[in-house]
Nanobody, 125 residues
């Protein structure tokens, strides 16, 4: 599967952005999805992870209550709605996919098979 992330940009603190990750292929519903981010000089970290059904979701503590993941299997797309953005949210955001038959989400980046190219989010103070 190929992933195409979009929606990044420059926003002021307190603002909102919605990232999209469009997937190719006809088996999107069989993939667990995740959003990760990497800030300059820092390691890649998980932001949110979702099971293939969307019934199980993990949010990093740093984004809990501000970010929301959703998926539209008919459109082969997963979204990340980001509200109340902070300067520390500045990073390149990556979407990732893992084919799975189970109902779990995956927090570790090494668990994912496919990655999008990344989209830059910059939050100014």
């Amino acid at each position: 599967v190929q992933l195409q992330a979009s929606g990044g940009g420059l926003v002021q603190a307190g603002g909102s952005l919605r990232l999209s990750c469009a997937a190719s292929g006809r088996t999107f519903s069989s993939y667990a999805m995740g959003w990760f981010r990497q800030a300059p000089g820092k390691e890649r970290e998980v932001v949110v992870a979702m099971s293939r059904s969307g019934g199980s979701i993990y949010y990093a503590d740093s984004v809990k209550g501000r970010f929301t993941i959703s998926r539209d299997n008919a459109k082969n797309t997963v979204y990340l709605q980001m509200n109340s953005l902070k300067p520390e949210d500045t990073a390149v955001y990556y979407c990732a996919a893992r084919s799975t038959a189970g109902g779990s989400y995956f927090q570790r980046s090494s668990a994912y098979d496919y990655w999008g190219q990344g989209t830059l989010v910059t939050v100014s103070s």
